[in-house]
């Protein structure tokens, strides 16, 4: 369950059950405080109501001394009046004693009791005896007769009476503290057992969280740090393992996603490149040979796209040349076996004029078909032209293609920016909990203090606080421990701070490759961009060889226009030999250079 949480909720789930089992703890500690606290003061309860029973009888003790001196001697002077101030003291002892006692109603009756017969000692008994012996004044035998006085022997019995229900009182009293004393030493025990067992869990559950979140936070970037490492080294098959669904799965199916996407769009680039590279470089071998005169090449480049119909057309503008130049050589083969005959018969002329005027007839005829030829030639010229200007256009159309995916490489550059900000974002949540580290830092010293204040307090206390400032020292030993486990996961943040950071160097690493695949598409663009303006030098090329055609076709034109001119001749043989044989003589030069012409041409048989 814990892997589909998001990182955010998993640092604060982690923390937040370190500081619940912090809070719990200290609660119970402060329970524990609250009961040692407690029976802290019932201790000293106890011993203000021990030290009041002692100066009470201290009170008693002078009182007797100073009246017996005076019952012995009788002197005056030995009344020196302190005998107020030590019965007013003891009453004022007494009633402490029964106001501390309220709430232990025996004790209390007893300290009422002792008031009672202590008081009534110190105002009757005691003055009953004071002035018995002061009307005896100085008489002999005054001190035996007070010792066997009724007076003294009452006043005795109420100081013993008293004197008892004060010890019993003070046996009760050390009997409750020796009480209060082993539940104190229970309580300093389960204090004790509480923050051990509490520290051993924080302690655990500390290691605990830690462990989780390192699996759960630095697996999934290590991870994604390999994979973008090894397709920074040139393996394009490399991909995450997305083993969890926060916000580190959401990044590593999104950069396979990317992965996939370039690998796919380099195979098609890299396929579309070589296809169009063997077909550009058929076509150029093709027209470097016609470039020449070898017009034996077959163009075997077929297809619907520009490059297909530019082979096409190329080809079938191959097959009308070969055609077109073997009906030349034909005809020129033709034309110079006619003129040689003429010039042989010149003085034959008249006897054969009408064999010369079916010659003539059948060399008009010739002429005409070389004049069809060179029109078809001259269309074949004009589709070829045709076809360059489309197969521009087409390289043109590849060109916009490869720039759009320019465009989509650097949408991929944004998508890994934005890769950066989330990891950034990251870097800045581990700062957050830094601050919580500090917090919880400042808890710990807090505690220390707190621990420290107790030990004095303790020391103060003497032998009673010495437990406590064993408890003390626990809790200032915790304090440390609970600083020291900060600092640990304060340094484990920062080794996840600098895995982010090496992240961020691997994505802008990553992002530098895309920009170095979006310099080669635009190479490849200017690559394209140089092909398109080779296909366009063609068209002036089949603009000169087209006015050539049209040169031939004016030639094939006046050709016919003498051919009808030597046919006039012809019919006037008799009339004009020697215009006849100046014709013949033209006739011959003008084979002669179609034949040299033309000879220049290969053309498979």
Same mark, same amino acid.
Do not use: C, H
């Given at each position: 369950m814990i892997k589909n949480l998001s990182i955010k909720h998993k640092l604060y789930f982690g923390f937040g059950t370190i500081l619940a089992v912090l809070i719990i703890l200290l609660l119970l500690a402060y329970n524990r405080f609250q009961s040692l606290a407690e029976a802290n003061n019932w201790d000293k309860h106890t011993m203000e109501v021990l030290h009041d029973i002692d100066t009470v009888n201290n009170a008693i003790l002078s009182i007797q001394v100073e009246v017996r001196g005076y019952l012995l001697t009788g002197n005056e002077a030995a009344l020196s009046g302190g005998d107020k101030d030590k019965i007013a003291e003891m009453k004022r002892d007494l009633r402490q004693l029964v106001k501390l006692t309220a709430d232990n109603h025996e004790q209390n009756e007893r300290f009422k009791k002792a008031e009672a017969v202590l008081t009534t000692w110190a105002d009757t008994l005691m003055r009953a005896q004071i002035d018995k012996r002061r009307s005896l004044g100085n008489t002999a035998g005054a001190a035996d007769q007070m010792g066997q006085s009724r007076e003294l022997r009452d006043a005795a019995n109420a100081v013993l009476e008293g004197r008892r229900l004060l010890d019993e009182a003070a046996a009760e009293e050390d009997r409750l503290l020796a009480q209060r004393t082993q539940v104190s030493q229970r309580q300093q025990e389960n204090m004790l057992m509480v923050l051990t067992v509490g520290g051993a869990v924080c302690v655990t559950l500390s290691l605990l969280?830690?462990?989780?979140?390192?699996?759960?936070?630095?697996?999934?970037?290590?991870?994604?740090?390999?994979?973008?490492?090894?397709? !920074?080294?040139? @393996?394009?098959? /490399?991909? +995450?393992?997305?083993? #969890?669904?926060?916000?580190?799965?959401?990044?590593?199916?999104?950069?396979?996603?990317?992965?996939?996407?370039?690998?796919?769009?380099?195979?098609?680039?890299?396929?579309?490149?070589?296809?169009?590279?063997?077909?550009?470089?058929?076509?150029l071998v093709a027209i470097n040979k016609a470039a020449v005169g070898d017009l034996t090449g077959n163009v075997a480049i077929g297809g619907e796209d520009a490059i297909g119909q530019l082979g096409g057309g190329m080809g079938r503008m191959f097959d009308n040349l070969r055609l077109l130049i073997n009906n030349v050589q034909k005809a020129g083969i033709q034309v110079t076996t006619s003129a040689t005959e003429i010039a042989a018969s010149a003085k034959e002329q008249e006897a054969m004029g009408v064999e010369q005027a079916q010659t003539s007839v059948e060399i008009l005829a010739t002429t005409k078909e070389i004049s069809s030829n060179t029109s078809?030639?001259?269309? !074949?010229?004009? @589709?070829?032209? /045709?076809? +360059?200007?489309?197969? #521009?256009?087409?390289?043109a159309e590849a060109q916009g293609n490869l720039r759009r995916m320019d465009q989509t490489m650097h949408t991929m550059v944004a998508a890994t920016d934005s890769i950066n900000a989330k990891l950034a974002a990251l870097s800045e949540k581990a700062s957050n909990i830094n601050s919580v580290l500090t917090t919880i830092t400042k808890v710990a010293d807090q505690t220390n203090i707190l621990s420290l204040n107790a030990a004095i307090e303790a020391e103060k206390a003497g032998e009673a606080g010495r437990g406590f400032s064993v408890v003390a020292t626990e809790i200032r030993r915790l304090a440390d421990q609970t600083s020291v486990s900060t600092w640990d996961i304060e340094q484990m943040l920062k080794e996840m701070q600098s895995a982010v950071s090496?992240?961020?160097?691997?994505?802008?690493?990553?992002?530098?490759?895309?920009?170095?695949?979006?310099?080669?598409?635009?190479?490849?663009?200017?690559?394209?961009?140089?092909?398109?303006?080779?296909?366009?030098?063609?068209?002036?090329?089949?603009?000169?060889?087209?006015q050539g055609m049209q040169s031939q076709a004016v030639g094939a034109q006046q050709i016919t226009e003498t051919m009808m001119q030597l046919n006039d001749a012809t019919q006037q043989t008799v009339e004009s030999l020697k215009s006849t044989s100046e014709a013949v003589h033209q006739l011959q030069y003008a084979a002669t250079d179609l034949q040299a012409s033309v000879t220049t041409f290969a053309t498979a048989g």
């Open positions: 969280v830690v462990i989780l979140l390192s699996k759960a936070i630095l697996a999934p970037l290590a991870n994604l740090t390999w994979a973008v490492g090894r397709i !920074t080294a040139g @393996d394009q098959n /490399a991909r +995450a393992t997305v083993n #969890t669904g926060d916000e580190l799965g959401q990044v590593g199916n999104a950069f396979n996603q990317m992965a996939q996407f370039i690998q796919t769009s380099q195979e098609k680039e890299r396929a579309a490149t070589d296809l169009l590279k063997s077909k550009v470089d058929t076509l078809q030639l001259l269309k !074949t010229m004009e @589709d070829a032209t /045709a076809v +360059a200007d489309y197969t #521009t256009s087409a390289t090496a992240s961020v160097m691997g994505m802008d690493k990553f992002s530098e490759e895309i920009r170095r695949s979006v310099g080669e598409v635009r190479q490849v663009v200017e690559q394209l961009s140089g092909v398109m303006d080779q296909v366009q030098k063609l068209a002036p090329q089949f603009d000169a060889v087209l």
